[in-house]
């Protein structure tokens, strides 16, 4: 059924960049907006970044904007999140997660995460 497989998280210092890869199978992964969520040690799930289908309109958490970029490509059924700049407070565990057609924050699928560690 519906897979969603991240990877590329690791240990980077402060100012450095990771690229996250997640894929995905089990559905048409080209007819739906897919999202990443983290969350922090000890805190809740937060929402970083959404993308539509078409990956021609993507949205970002004012805490990442202008530092990270969500990408897809559909030919590969793999969605993306290039992570620049990073700090601190991006530690977290990402998680790629599918929203449910026509909510903006609920989720149907979700992966199993990748740990991101920002630390000098």
């Known amino acids: 059924e519906v897979q969603l497989v991240e990877s590329g998280g690791g240990l980077v210092q402060p100012g450095g960049s990771l690229r996250l890869s997640c894929a995905a199978s089990?559905?048409?992964?080209?007819?739906?907006?897919m999202s990443w969520v983290r969350q922090a040690p000890g805190k809740g799930l937060e929402w970083v970044s959404g993308?539509?289908?078409?990956?021609?309109?993507?949205t970002y958490a004012d805490s990442v904007k202008g530092r990270f970029t969500i990408s897809r490509d559909n030919a590969k059924n793999t969605l993306y999140l290039q992570m620049n700049s990073l700090k601190p407070e991006d530690t977290a565990v990402y998680y790629c997660?599918?929203?449910?057609?026509?909510?903006?924050?609920?989720?149907?699928?979700w992966g199993q995460g990748t740990q991101v560690t920002v630390s000098s």
């Open positions: 997660a599918k929203p449910i057609l026509g909510r903006l924050r609920e989720y149907d699928y």
């Open positions: 089990g559905f048409t992964f080209s007819g739906y907006a």
């Open positions: 993308i539509n289908s078409g990956g021609d309109s993507t």
